[in-house]
Nanobody, 123 residues
Framework: QVPLVESGGGSVQAGESLRLSCTAS??????MGWFRQAPGNEREGVAR?????????VYADSVRGRFTISHDNAKNTMYLQMDLLKPEDTAMYYC?????????????????WGQGTQVTVSS
């Protein structure tokens, strides 16, 4: 059984919104987060939240004020509400989870990954 299942990607115009979802099946993690990777670029952290509880939200500078991370304890599902999308937000977005350290700026410490969902923003 895949522990993390993502959904919600798609293609939108600049300025529009998307909401990504990531459901953790049968597991409880210390934290969950979103990372993204554009072609030719390294994977970068987007946002992180502690679970359960939903506290400790941290955002990358490039998305702060436009993206909102949240967690529904009852559904064990994390969300990323993305507003005012820009073409530079275009990337494959990955859900990740960790049971110990949760640094948004160091992807290798995150032990569990989803399959990714594509977000494309056109100008």
């Amino acid at each position: 059984q895949v522990p993390l299942v993502e959904s919600g990607g798609g293609s939108v115009q600049a300025g529009e919104s998307l909401r990504l979802s990531c459901t953790a099946s049968g597991y409880t993690f210390r934290c969950m987060g979103w990372f993204r990777q554009a072609p030719g670029n390294e994977r970068e952290g987007v946002a992180r939240i502690y679970t359960p509880g939903g506290g400790g939200a941290v955002y990358a500078d490039s998305v702060r004020g436009r993206f909102t991370i949240s967690h529904d304890n009852a559904k064990n599902t994390m969300y990323l509400q993305m507003d005012l999308l820009k073409p530079e937000d275009t990337a494959m977005y990955y859900c990740a989870a960790a049971t110990d350290s949760c640094p948004i700026n160091f992807a290798p410490l995150w032990g569990v990954w989803g399959q990714g969902t594509q977000v494309t923003v056109s100008s």
